[in-house]
């Protein structure tokens, strides 16, 4: 039944995509999936370490694998009473409203971009719970980079840190900053350079050496094959074409009405929002050298995707002709195959049938 309630909601999210009383039900669906789960690959890892934390010090020698926010916070819901279960629950709660708020407030197809998240890559946050509350700051914090004004690009950093303090990778959106930046040109050549430092700094710890808020070598020792990195290559270059093509239409529609003279307050603002994610995407591409090193990196790129759906939907709502219906195709397909194969084929023992199946609701009504 729960199979059949997730295609439901996911195939009406994805037609009916203004309606935000679909939106709140999804989003409530989802809570339910998250925050009432008991089991996926990671689920007694984390239960235990909450309990630990709770009962020692913080800054025990154990706990310096985990980062200080996340500790902090662990360790206030332990001192409130509340128990690990509990505590999934609010603490899901608190990541899906930073994003949920986010698709709200820069699009007027809630609905779908929601859905196009549930799809993927939201299975995968359930299991990585600490990734999930980083990409959800990152995501909120995002809004900052909109703005022109110079105090709101301190905020954004402000929510870099705070990404940081419940998942140390989090401090690599930094490089989203770029962004800002007017010449794709020079945006191309800084990205080129930030790429080549990254690999450095990854071969100093292959060789030994401890970066500090990220670690060692004990981290990053996976090692991809070369059937591994092609596939990834065209991965990455089918999500960017999706991305450049949403943003083309977005640009051409906004082009021709300042033309005719029709171009309002709010389509500059469009472009402005669509300018600044379709650079973030040009800056992600550096994430694919780092999966020569480590497949977990695929979470850098992964953790921006509900922002370049809402560049699909603003482009879907800009444009309507051929073009846009194999661009929906292609999205549709892109994503699941996704889901297929990071979620399911890749670990649907620990994450795809656990978080559908070890749920307190859902077994509660089946007795």
């Not at 729960?2 to 809570?31: E, N, T």
């Not at 960017?240 to 640009?251: A, D, G, N, T």
């Amino acid at each position: 039944m729960q199979y059949f309630i997730a295609g439901i909601l996911a195939v009406l999210g994805l037609k009916i995509k203004k309606s935000k009383i679909l939106f709140v039900i999804l989003f409530c669906f989802m809570w339910l999936l998250f925050g009432w789960n008991r089991w996926n690959a990671d689920y007694y890892g984390y239960q235990q370490t909450y309990y630990s934390i709770g009962s020692y010090n913080v800054f025990y020698e154990y706990f310096e694998q985990f980062e200080i926010g996340y500790r902090y916070f662990c360790r206030f819901m332990f001192s409130l009473g509340v128990d690990y279960d509990t505590f999934l629950i609010i603490y899901s709660l608190i990541g899906l409203l930073l994003i949920g708020s986010t698709i709200i407030k820069f699009t007027n197809k809630p609905g779908y971009v929601l859905a196009l998240y549930f799809i993927y890559p939201f299975l995968m946050d359930i299991v990585q719970i600490r990734n999930f509350m980083a990409m959800a700051f990152i995501i909120f914090g995002i809004r900052y980079l909109f703005s022109s004004r110079k105090v709101d690009q301190f905020k954004y950093v402000f929510f870099v840190f705070l990404a940081a303090s419940f998942q140390s990778v989090g401090l690599f959106y930094l490089i989203l900053l770029f962004a800002k930046m007017q010449s794709v040109k020079k945006l191309v050549n800084w990205v080129s350079l930030i790429t080549a430092f990254l690999v450095f700094m990854l071969f100093l710890m292959k060789s030994g050496y401890s970066i500090p808020f990220v670690g060692s070598v004990s981290y990053f020792s996976t090692k991809t094959s070369i059937i591994t990195r092609i596939g990834y290559f065209f991965y990455f270059i089918i999500g960017f074409q999706l991305v450049r093509f949403s943003y083309k239409q977005i640009r051409d529609n906004i082009h021709e009405k300042e033309v005719t003279d029709l171009c309002t307050q709010e389509d500059l603002i469009i472009i402005k929002i669509a300018d600044v994610i379709y650079k973030m995407n040009i800056i992600i591409l550096s994430v694919y050298p780092l999966l020569f090193f480590s497949v977990d990196f695929i979470r850098l790129y992964r953790n921006i995707l509900p922002i370049s759906y809402i560049l699909f939907s603003i482009a879907v709502t800009q444009s309507k002709n051929e073009k846009m219906i194999i661009f929906k195709i292609a999205t549709i397909v892109f994503l699941f195959f996704s889901e297929w194969l990071f979620a399911y084929y890749m670990s649907g023992s620990d994450v795809f049938y656990p978080i559908f199946e070890q749920n307190h609701i859902f077994n509660f009504f089946k007795k």
